[in-house]
């Protein structure tokens, strides 16, 4: 009798083994060694500048509010840290953080603030570069908390120059005025490069 309880002690500790070895593997998704990124094959530092229309800067606007809740105005951003807006960007890209400096291409896409408790938003958008360094496009989407030095979102693609494209890019605010002006500093970092 004691054999067969030993016996079945030794088989519950190995099935426990074999668990907590499977359930690691799962949490961590790499298991007992974490697989090291590849070194970088490209790095670019662009700034993009966002100009909301107010309903009084129509020639200069880059960016419009297409959508925000139930009665609100599209030239004003809502309270309760924007939630709920929606803006659409056509944004001119530069290479240094002056925006006048000549634009080597645009930022397109959307944002939209997605929490009532802080300032945050998600950003879905494209960079279309077109100067003698590079061409093509690099496209990016990711949550931004807004309020944090630096964040990263995802590089899911690109073409020309840039095709396929896979990476990362750290972006910051290096400068805001208000609701109607910001420029994003883009430390864009590529680990696969075609």
């Known amino acids: 009798m004691a054999s067969g309880y030993y016996g079945r002690v030794l088989q519950l500790c190995f099935l426990l083994f074999i668990m907590s070895n499977v359930m690691f593997k799962a949490a961590d998704g790499h298991g007992w060694k974490k697989k090291q990124l ?3 094959c490209r790095n670019l530092v662009l ?4 100009i909301l229309y107010n309903g009084k800067n129509a020639k200069n606007a880059t960016s ?3 959508a925000a809740p139930d009665g609100a105005n ?3 951003m809502t309270g ?11 944004d001119p890209i530069t290479l240094d953080n002056n925006l006048h400096s000549p634009p080597v291409g645009r930022a397109q896409g959307f944002y939209f603030y997605d929490m009532k408790n802080t300032f945050s938003s998600w950003l879905g958008f494209t960079f279309v570069l077109n100067y003698k360094h590079h061409k093509g496009t690099i496209t990016f989407n990711g949550a931004d908390p807004i309020l944090t030095k630096y964040r990263d979102i995802s590089v899911v693609g690109g073409t020309g120059d840039f095709l396929m494209a896979r990476g990362i890019a750290t972006i910051s605010t290096d400068a805001f005025e208000g609701d109607v002006y910001f420029r994003l ?3 864009i970092t590529l680990y696969e490069c075609y």
């Open 38 to 40: 590849p070194k970088p």
């Open 64 to 66: 419009a509010l297409v």
């Open 47 to 50: 700034y993009f500048h966002d």
């Open 74 to 76: 599209l030239t004003i």
């Open 80 to 90: 309760n840290n924007h939630f709920g807006d929606l803006a659409v960007f056509d």
């Open 185 to 187: 500093r883009v430390n």
